[in-house]
Each structure stands twice: as C-alpha cells, then as structure tokens.
C-alpha cells in the first residue's frame, strides 16, 4: 500500500487550499481514510476522516465548518479542501488508510491514529498573516 500526499504549499490566512492523497495498492474505495497533522514541536492531531463509501465524515473541533473531506473511488484519491485558513493550522498533513477493509467504528475512534495502518508521506501546509 502507498499513500501520495500532495498540494500543500503557502497561502495567507483567511485562504483556501486542497490537498490531495492517492491511494494504490488496496481496493481504495472498501476502506477508511483520515487526515493529521503536527505543527512543529506538538503532537500528530486528528484532523479528519471518511468511511467506506463516502457516506460519513468525521471532523476534529478545530477544523469543524472550515475544511471539507471527500473521495472520488474512480481515481482513487482523496481530498482534503482547507478553507478560512488559520495560522494555527501550519502544519504537516499527513493522509493515512485503515487496511481492514469496510470496518466501521465508534465515530470517536476515527480520531485514534492506530486505526490507520498505512501513513503518507506528508504535505507542508503554511499559513501566513
């Protein structure tokens, strides 16, 4: 399994980014998928995830009503669409995937990074005032 995140960049705060994770080796669309991050000097932090299907999100509060997951299964891709940036969300973004096929969980334990079994290699997101 190899996971490709890509799109991380500079932008000013109150901007908007994208950013992309590809996905091979795995039947993408039977698992789940999240996004981290770690700022420097802090913990990896939940920042999202998607089910099996795309019919569930989860968010972590500090991104809540500013950023946005989805997948397209046909490309094997997922998205992470970062709007209102904030300084605070300077960071490495990190996509990761649940090798278990079709599991569902607790919508807490989507938070939990041993979930995921396979991490990319992370983003460089930077926001500036």
């Known amino acids: 399994v190899q996971l490709q995140a890509s799109g991380g960049g500079l932008v000013q705060s109150g901007g908007s980014l994208r950013l992309s994770c590809g996905a091979s080796?795995?039947?993408?669309?039977?698992?789940?998928m999240g996004w981290f991050r770690q700022a420097p000097g802090k913990e990896r932090e939940f920042v999202g995830a998607?089910?099996?299907?795309?019919?569930?999100?989860y968010y972590a509060d500090s991104v809540k009503g500013r950023f946005t997951i989805s997948r397209d299964d046909t490309t094997n891709t997922m998205y992470l669409q970062m709007s209102s940036l904030k300084i605070e969300d300077t960071a490495v973004y990190y996509c990761?995937?649940?090798?278990?096929?079709?599991?569902?969980?607790?919508?807490?334990?989507?938070?939990?990074?041993?979930?995921?079994?396979?991490w990319g290699q992370g983003t460089q997101v930077t926001v500036s005032s």
């Open positions: 998607i089910s099996w299907g795309g019919g569930y999100t």
């Open positions: 080796g795995l039947t993408f669309s039977s698992h789940v």
């Open positions: 990761a995937v649940d090798n278990r096929p079709r599991r569902t969980y607790l919508s807490a334990h989507y938070h939990q990074a041993h979930i995921y079994d396979y």
